[in-house]
């Protein structure tokens, strides 16, 4: 198979505090990850996409000093997003791809993270 | 830029009616993607779509990919309530480097037993 984890599931955190989130593929090693945002009953918004050891590419309007992305292995990806706000809460989904980068593999999704902000 | 458009935005039926969403793109893609969001849940793969005109099933459900490689439907026969949930179409786009995918923004099927 292909699993894809995201952790926390679940975090609730005061304005001004950074938060991060992991994503890693279990088992297989992901040369592409993606991050989206999901607004309720919304499609995904993809905020960035990141290959292994380079930097992360945004998607126009999405702030890269807010939401920083690392990813450092083939194995995991990290979005932080820094000095959250009210309005930052949103369920984000990271989304993980075999293959060569550039590739349009499947991507297979993590279960999310329910980010709220107090 | 690119977009991917996605009808209808909601669709209720009763259980054994069929069901078809519809995905239309602004250019031409490598491949079509289908993902599945059951409520609560998160995205998951159900099928790609490559070649011009392809028709694949997956039990009651039919997929199929346009001539033009720019547009796709999905069809569910005698829809049953473990269908509910948000379809998701997902182009690659041809020109794309980082083989990210342009999402429709989905269609919500409710199903009343």
């Known amino acids: 198979g292909a699993v894809v984890s995201q952790h926390p599931s679940r975090v609730i955190c005061k304005s001004g505090t950074s938060v991060k989130i992991e994503c890693r593929s279990l088992?297989?090693?992901?040369?592409?990850m993606f991050w989206y945002r999901q607004f309720p009953k919304k499609s995904l918004m993809l905020m960035a996409t990141s290959n292994e050891g380079s930097k992360a590419t945004y998607e126009q309007g999405v702030e890269k000093d807010k939401f920083l992305i690392n990813h450092a292995s083939l194995t995991l990806s990290t979005l932080t997003v820094t000095s959250a706000h009210p309005e930052d809460s949103s369920f984000y989904i990271c989304?993980?791809?075999?293959?060569?980068?550039?590739?349009?593999?499947?991507?297979?999704f993590g279960p999310g993270t329910r980010l709220t902000v107090l | 830029g690119q977009q991917v458009m996605q009808i209808p935005q909601y669709q209720h039926v009763q259980e054994g009616e069929d069901f078809t969403t519809y995905c239309n793109s602004s250019?031409?893609?490598?491949?079509i993607q289908w993902y599945k969001q059951r409520p609560g849940g998160h995205p998951v793969f159900l099928i790609q779509l490559v070649k011009s005109g392809e028709v694949k099933k997956q039990k009651r459900l039919t997929f199929q990919f346009g001539e033009a490689k720019k547009n796709s439907s999905l069809h569910i026969t005698a829809t049953q309530t473990t269908d509910v949930g948000t379809y998701f179409c997902a182009g690659a786009d041809r020109g794309s480097t980082l083989g990210r995918l342009y999402f429709g923004r989905g269609t919500q099927l409710t199903v009343w037993p």
């Open positions: 989304s993980a791809k075999k293959g060569l980068a550039g590739s349009t593999d499947t991507q297979y």
């Open positions: 088992d297989f090693q992901a040369t592409t």
């Open positions: 250019t031409t893609l490598s491949n």
